[in-house]
């Protein structure tokens, strides 16, 4: 058994129906990885003071039943899980403090945390919650966000984005895990821009037909190792004039999950997640995992 099979996948929950969707994804997630699933819940009213006392914490009664409310939580998210996977080890802990300093620290242990895209604090049109964004920006592992029920087939494949970052890196070995575990095929898109194309072709005038043959062949030399690393794995290569974020949410309308890397090469310095990460996140219809 490898050391990352050793690491379980830790998934979030806070009483939400996001969260109830993202149990039943994390817990089968674990299953395929041989992994025990760990539910945390963050405990945060155990914090909170009296508003006109702030030297004063809430009344122990309150807290108590606070705590009592989280255990309930918990208790019915490790049925559910058990209901998806019968046989999964399931372990639920609850831990004080913010929701998000939590889990990005339990990421730490973790080779996957998975969240809902919204909790109960959630509001109507804001689409992703601050959690999810928080873990992908922070987080130590890959962060799985869970945009409801799910309704993709099984056959369905997983989709991946491909450019030449660091984070491109992790997306793609990502991917390409998903889809074996999975047995379904990967569709790997990249996207390039007139930046993209040698300048002096295109004073000669050779235009975007040149361009986008030389996109194709970048993608099928960058890919040609993963190839041979994952022989299983089914291939599908998209090369398009088009932006990153656009291109990935069309392949998504048809895919089980979408994995992109937490910044791209356009990234700049300070700004921790990419703006197609932040896209995927607000508007993915399937389930995305942010890699790092």
């Not at 019968?86 to 802990?93: G, N, P, Y």
């Amino acid at each position: 058994m490898s050391s990352q099979s050793l690491k379980p996948v830790i998934v979030g929950v806070d009483g939400s129906s996001s969260a109830v969707h993202a149990v039943r994804w994390a817990a089968a997630e674990a299953h395929r990885r041989n992994a025990r699933l760990r539910i945390v819940y963050a405990d945060v009213l155990s914090l909170v003071y009296l508003p006109d006392l702030p030297g004063y914490p809430l009344p122990v009664p309150y807290i108590q039943a606070a705590q009592r409310q989280g255990k309930e939580w918990l208790r019915r998210a490790a049925e559910v899980a058990k209901s998806e996977v019968a046989d999964l080890v399931v372990e639920t802990e609850m831990r004080v403090g913010q929701a998000g300093a939590v889990l990005v620290d339990q990421s730490g242990e973790a080779q996957l945390v998975v969240v809902g895209s919204r909790g109960l604090g959630g509001f109507t049109g804001l689409v992703v919650g601050s959690v999810a964004v928080a873990l992908s920006v922070h987080g130590h592992c890959p962060v799985g966000v869970v945009r409801g029920p799910g309704t993709a087939l099984p056959e369905a494949p997983v989709v991946v984005g491909v450019d030449e970052s660091a984070t491109g890196e992790a997306a793609l070995t990502t991917a390409f895990e998903c889809a074996a575990r999975r047995g379904v095929a990967l569709r790997a898109v990249h996207t390039w821009n007139s930046v993209d194309a040698d300048a002096a072709r295109w004073t000669e005038g050779e235009g975007w037909d040149v361009a986008q043959t030389d996109q194709e062949r970048w993608l099928a030399e960058h890919l040609a190792g993963w190839n041979e690393k994952f022989p299983d794995v089914e291939v599908h290569r998209y090369v398009s004039h088009d932006k990153p974020a656009r291109a990935l949410l069309q392949h998504a309308q048809q895919a089980q999950l979408v994995v992109v890397g937490a910044r791209g090469r356009g990234g700049f310095t300070g700004l921790l997640l990419g703006s197609t990460s932040q896209q995927l996140l607000q508007h993915s219809p399937c389930p995305v995992i942010v890699a790092r």
